[in-house]
C-alpha cells in the first residue's frame, strides 16, 4: 500500500506526486491516459487577466486572494502560489524560468498577445517590447503555422505597454525528411533534435535576415534537445523563440516528460490506462479507491488521496441534460451551482457560471462540504477541481494546479509525519 494516491497525470497531479514523493512518501500515480499538458502551450499561466481588470488592470495575487474569498487562490493564499511556483522552477530548472507576479507578453500562433508567467527558456527572447524587430518564419511543409498572419496582426496591435514593433514575414523550404511534403510539428521537433538539421537550416535562413531582427518560429525546435534553440541562434546571430503551435504542442510534451520523469525517478508507481470507478468510505474516511482493469477491477488503498483529475474537460465534472452537475468519482459537493442559469446565451462570455463550478476546499485544500465542514478528513483536491474561478479568462489555471498541488501535498506530508 502506498501512503498516498494520486488521482490525474495533469499539471496538479504530477506536480503533488513529486513534491510528496520527493519527501520520502510512497506514492501511487492513477490515470487514464496522458495528462492535458500535452495540449497546452507549454507555459504557467498564474494571473494574465485580474478578474476586474478593468477598474484594477494591475490587481495582484494578494489583492485577489483578499478580494473574492471564493477564488482558490483565496484558500490557496498568495504564498501557497508563490511556493509553488518556486517549486515547479526548482524540480525543473532548465525548462521553466519566470516570476509568479510578472508575465511575459508572448505571441500567439495567429498573431494575438498573450500573458503569461512562466516560459521556457526558448520563448524568453519572444518577449514584445516597444520598438522590436521581428522577423516571422513559417516552414513551407507545415502546415500549421502561416507566419504572413501572424506578422501583420503583430505589426497592427498596441502592445500592453502601448508600444508597438516591426514585424514581417518569411518562409523557407528545409524538409524535415526527404519527399515528404506535409510534416508535422513533431516530425520537425525530432529533426531539430539533430545538430546537422540545424547546421542546413541555419544556413538557408541566415541571409533572409536583416540586421537586429528577433527571429520567431513555430515551437518546434528540438522534443529532447534542451539547447537546440540556442544552438540555432548562435548559428544564426540572431535572438531566436519559439511561437506554441495548435495542439498536440511540443513545449507542452515537453513539460509533460519532463515532469512524469522526474516522478518516475523519484519513486512515484505510475498506474496508466486505468480509469477511477468507485471509491471505499468507512466513517467519512475514504479507505480506497477502484479502478477498472482488463480482467478485474482493482483497489488501491492509501492513507490520504489527492483527487487532481481536472475539470469538464477530462470527465472529473459531468453536465447531464437537466443542467445538474456533477462530480463523477466521490459525488462530491459542488460550489457555485447557486449562481443561477449555469448555461446562458453568452456561452463563452466570462462571467458564464458554468465554468466556474467546482468543490470548495480549506486552505489545507480538504474538501469541503456547503456548511464550511471537511467531507472527508484524508481527501485533498489540486487544480481544475476546484471551483470559483473562471480559469480561462482569467488564465490562472496553471498557477490554481500548482499552487493547491504544493499546498495539498506538505498538508499532507505533516499529517504522515
Same mark, same amino acid.
Given at each position: ?21 520527493? /519527501?520520502?512518501?510512497? =506514492? ?57 511556483? #518556486? ?13 509568479? #507576479? ?36 513559417? %516552414? ?7 507566419? @504572413?498572419?501572424? @506578422? ?13 514593433? =516591426? ?16 510534416? &508535422? ?33 513555430? *515551437? ?9 534553440? &540556442? ?34 525517478? /523519484? ?16 466513517? @467519512?474516511? =475514504? ?21 487532481? *483529475? ?26 457555485? %451551482? ?55 479568462? #482569467? ?18 506530508? #505533516?499529517?504522515?509525519?
Amino acid at each position: 500500500m502506498s501512503r498516498v494516491v494520486v488521482i490525474g497525470a495533469g499539471l496538479a497531479g504530477l506536480v503533488a506526486a513529486n513534491r510528496l514523493a520527493s /519527501a520520502g512518501v510512497g =506514492v501511487t500515480l492513477l490515470t487514464k491516459g496522458i495528462g492535458g499538458l500535452q495540449l497546452s502551450q507549454g507555459t504557467i499561466d498564474v494571473l494574465g487577466y485580474a478578474p476586474d481588470r478593468v477598474t484594477n488592470p494591475v490587481l495582484t495575487l494578494s489583492a485577489i486572494a483578499s478580494a473574492r474569498p471564493g477564488h482558490p487562490y483565496a484558500a490557496i493564499g498568495a504564498a501557497g502560489v508563490h511556493t509553488g511556483i #518556486e517549486y515547479l522552477k526548482q524540480l525543473l530548472p532548465d525548462l521553466l524560468v519566470g516570476d509568479a #507576479e510578472a508575465n511575459y507578453q508572448l505571441p500567439t500562433a495567429v498573431g494575438a498577445i498573450r500573458p503569461t508567467c512562466l516560459v521556457q527558456p526558448s520563448m524568453v527572447a519572444g518577449h514584445l517590447k516597444d520598438g522590436a524587430k521581428v522577423v516571422v518564419v513559417g %516552414l513551407r511543409r507545415l502546415k500549421d503555422f502561416h507566419p @504572413a498572419l501572424v @506578422a501583420e496582426n503583430l505589426a497592427r496591435t498596441t502592445l500592453p505597454d502601448g508600444g508597438r514593433l =516591426v514585424a514581417r514575414p518569411v518562409s523557407v523550404d528545409v524538409p524535415a525528411r526527404d519527399a515528404e511534403v506535409d510534416s &508535422s510539428g513533431l516530425t520537425y521537433a525530432r529533426a531539430f533534435d539533430d545538430p546537422a538539421f540545424r547546421a542546413r537550416f541555419a544556413a538557408a535562413l541566415k541571409p533572409l535576415l536583416g540586421d537586429g531582427e528577433t527571429v520567431g518560429l513555430p *515551437a518546434v525546435l528540438g522534443l529532447k534537445d534542451r539547447t537546440a534553440w &540556442s544552438d540555432l541562434a548562435d548559428k544564426l546571430g540572431h535572438p531566436v523563440f519559439e511561437i506554441p503551435l495548435p495542439p498536440p504542442s511540443v513545449p507542452g510534451m515537453r513539460l509533460n516528460e519532463a515532469l512524469m520523469a522526474s516522478a518516475k525517478a /523519484a519513486g512515484v508507481r505510475v498506474v496508466n490506462g486505468t480509469r477511477a470507478v468507485s471509491v471505499r468510505i468507512e466513517d @467519512a474516511v =475514504v479507505k480506497g479507491v477502484t479502478v477498472a482493469t482488463a480482467g478485474a477491477d482493482r483497489e488501491f488503498t492509501a492513507d490520504a488521496f489527492v483527487l487532481a *483529475a481536472g475539470g469538464f474537460e477530462s470527465g472529473a465534472l459531468a453536465l447531464d441534460s437537466y443542467g445538474t452537475v456533477t462530480e463523477t468519482l466521490f459525488g462530491l459537493p459542488l460550489a457555485g %451551482l447557486d449562481a443561477g442559469p449555469l448555461v446562458h446565451g453568452d456561452y463563452w462570455g466570462p462571467e458564464q457560471p458554468l465554468f466556474s463550478v467546482g468543490v470548495r476546499v480549506a486552505g489545507d485544500m480538504r474538501v469541503l462540504d456547503g456548511n464550511g465542514a471537511v467531507v472527508h478528513p484524508n481527501l485533498y483536491a489540486a487544480g481544475g477541481i476546484i471551483g470559483g474561478s473562471s480559469r480561462w479568462a #482569467e488564465k490562472s489555471g496553471d498557477g490554481i494546479a500548482v499552487g493547491s498541488a504544493v499546498v495539498a501535498a506538505d498538508s499532507i506530508l #505533516e499529517v504522515l509525519a
